[in-house]
């Protein structure tokens, strides 16, 4: 009766291990190409504040650390992205930020994934 205990122990303690290696207590990402592991990865290893995570239908999906400053610095980094682009931010209305670009209007959408990451929606038809 020991041995299945220690046994059981022992399996449990693994998945727990492998959960915790494989970031699986991240919630979803909006895309199906791409674990919550491989797009932390992709933004530690970069040296841009923004990464692109991947594309699905008509949006690009992007990825940026939130500081301790909160959504409002995030959003500040966010402005900075788009206006490289010769976008000029309008307003901001709840998680959207407006731009405009030769009479193109352009609405970018932000989503806390965590505490730590917020994920930025941006149309695949935006001209960057």
Same mark, same amino acid.
């Given at each position: ?35 919550? =592991?491989?797009? #932390?990865?992709?933004?530690? @290893?970069?040296? !841009?504040? &923004?990464?692109?995570? $991947?594309?699905?239908? /008509? ?9 301790? =400053?909160?959504? #409002?610095?995030?959003?500040? @980094?966010?402005? !900075?992205? &788009?206006?490289?682009? $010769?976008?000029?931010? /309008? ?9 405009? =670009? ?27």
């Amino acid at each position: 009766m020991k041995k299945v205990g220690v046994v059981l122990l022992i399996l449990i303690v693994g998945v727990i291990t492998l959960g915790f290696v494989n970031k699986w207590y991240y919630p979803a990402l909006p895309l199906d190409a791409l674990t919550s =592991k491989e797009a #932390l990865q992709k933004l530690k @290893t970069s040296n !841009q504040k &923004i990464v692109e995570i $991947g594309t699905n239908s /008509n949006v690009t999906w992007y990825m940026t650390k939130n500081p301790e =400053k909160g959504m #409002l610095a995030a959003d500040e @980094t966010i402005k !900075q992205f &788009i206006s490289r682009n $010769g976008w000029e931010f /309008n307003e901001k209305n709840g998680s959207g930020l407006f731009f405009e =670009k030769n009479g193109e209007r352009l609405i970018v959408s932000t989503e806390m994934w965590t505490s730590r990451y917020v994920l930025i929606k941006v149309p695949s038809n935006a001209t960057f």
